[in-house]
């Protein structure tokens, strides 16, 4: 059987991720690993999901914790998560919110609604590599979105032809991968740049809720709104998460906009996968409703000091020419390296040598560029395999 | 802000089905309903869920139950799904299993995997109306696969023109909508014109378990390995699922092929939704292991007997015209009623008159033919809702 006859066109470009290829490689005991995005697993309301499972499947209320559901989601979830909205500058109601199975899968659909071959898809240089992967299924042309630049409209219109742009993709808070947050002015010269463009902005608002200093600035779509006076009038869809603030594993995530584009999420979702699991989206809103208020303080206060010793660490081991970025919350450090230190290179001889994780920088580049930088995550280490792994990596930059 | 023109082209084949439409209406607590597909709540096993919830919540060895996991699924799981399948004849390892989130998304992503806008995807006439909304996202175009025909594959080739037949999609037991199953001799011709044409098939067995009467067919699968000797040379790619079996709130189901196949499909997994849920598969494997070969027996002795008041009512109250399959599993009886009725307008009519619910069969025809056909699902009524219902129903065809 031939199965590349038979393959769509855009299998072509889906494949393995040189990446992760070489971090499976690395996952091993004695390695000490700053290169998963991942939450703290001692961190999860383990116990909290517990009762609230038990809950789900035994209480009458719930009767229908096991069966079919509609495919925009379980409604007390989605009023919770309407209402959350409205605290963080978005007023709007249960129609402009779908669930869906994780953040990923909102990426995925957003791919989906808007992209046909040769369409180009803004994105930063560098971005999440996931976003990158969910929408390259849709075969679109990249191209680099730099609200601090003076690029004009016309000339991101005028690289994407004969396809058109489609939307702008950004982590406003604390971006994975750089932990870099988009200022005030930049939201709203964005917001300008849709206008003229004519384009959607999806706002991957992620790791938003995780802020560990500084003050917070409004989404992108509660600035939208504050001009257009209506959420059914924006152009920017939000996408937001649970796996970074309760846990990953459940896969609960949601899009909140315009509610003309959720009803088209609403089918395609139908239609790809019926609806996110019934039973875990109870569950998220038991957890959500009578621990989130309570938990998030304490996530803040552990990934805030683990970042500041990261931060520390940073300071007293890395050699000159070494510049990193003071994320203000997140999971992320951004590390550039002096010009000529390949990213890729200096993970390979880690494993032979100093025996330490992190994800090289041009992985987050659809160029390939950016080979001098490299990401550490920061979630998982307490002081000691902290001030130990940045140690090393002081020692592996010294030794290139 | 015009979302029209930021619609990708997929999107134009994405409307709201009238018939859901329909049978929103229709849900009151008066009306008798034969219409959903959807397993009996009453019959799911919510204890041994409840107690599965709790062991992987809290012991130790499911430690990483709400983190982050693999794309291709929960190892244990997908080792218990192979053994399974090795049952039914279908001999493979874990690297034939992929884990999603039910066979829904199985569909969307073999949709996505083979199909270029113009290819053709060959189905039944009727079909799943799911399996039609998930590939149609690909934009194919739709021809009747009639394995009973004496079409030539040449023809089929020539239809496609100038796209390229792709695969053929079929439920081979008991199949959603008509109940109907394909015998051995069907199976093997079909396999004849999948090697002709060099295409793909799409097995999808959501119902093959409920089996209530007769012998059980060997999977197409299982023939295209006693042809070809190992699975990583088939061109079936097997779908199946827990929602009929175990429950479908928890969204767990598989596909099992050639390992080339699976290989693309994690990736594309990981790109449109990471993983599915990792406590849901850990749950579904502790349930499945421990409960599966009890629960079974006790599904089909229900669904059976209802199954078999259904065709009782039906023999005592159809008039005459009226034709129905005789299903030996699964949810679904398809009636053929005389030309000229039209089911849209019957069940029209039954919302103002008699008060029952069925699906109109034009629904499941990619070309809107099949207007006097009707489906009927008997998985959710005892004998006296089925006798008044099928009572209606002869009532509501002798008036029209």
Redesign the interface.
Known sequence: ???E???????SR???SEIRELLKLLDQPDIISFAGG??D?KL?P??A??DA??TA??DSQY???????VSEGYGPLRDWIADQMGLIGVPCTPDNILIT??S??AL?YLG?????PG?TALVGWPTYL?AL??F???EPRFDRLDPGSNREAQDYHDAAAPG?V??AYLSADFANPTGVTLDQAGRERLLDLAEEL???IIEDAAYQTLRYDGTAIPPILATEIARKGSID???TIYSGSF?KTL?????IGWVCA?A??IG?LV??K???????????QIATHIVARDHFADHIPSLRETYGRRRDLMLDALDREMPEGVTWTRPEGGMFVWLTLPDGTDGAELLARSLKTERIAFVPGHAFHPDGTGRNTIRLSFTLHEKELVDEGIARLGRLLRAS
Chains 1, 2 share one sequence.
């Open positions: 059987m031939n199965w006859q038979i393959l769509a066109g855009r299998m889906m494949k393995a991942i939450p697993p999860f383990a116990e999901f517990r499972m038990t499947l035994s009767a229908t914790s096991l069966q079919y559901s199975s994780g990923q899968q995925d989906k609604l808007m992209l046909s369409d996931g992967g969910a390259n299924a849709y058109r489609k939307f004519d384009i959607a009038a924006c152009r796996s846990a990953p594993g459940l896969r315009a003309s584009v088209r089918l395609m139908q239609a790809a996968d019926l609806h996110t699991s019934t039973l875990n």
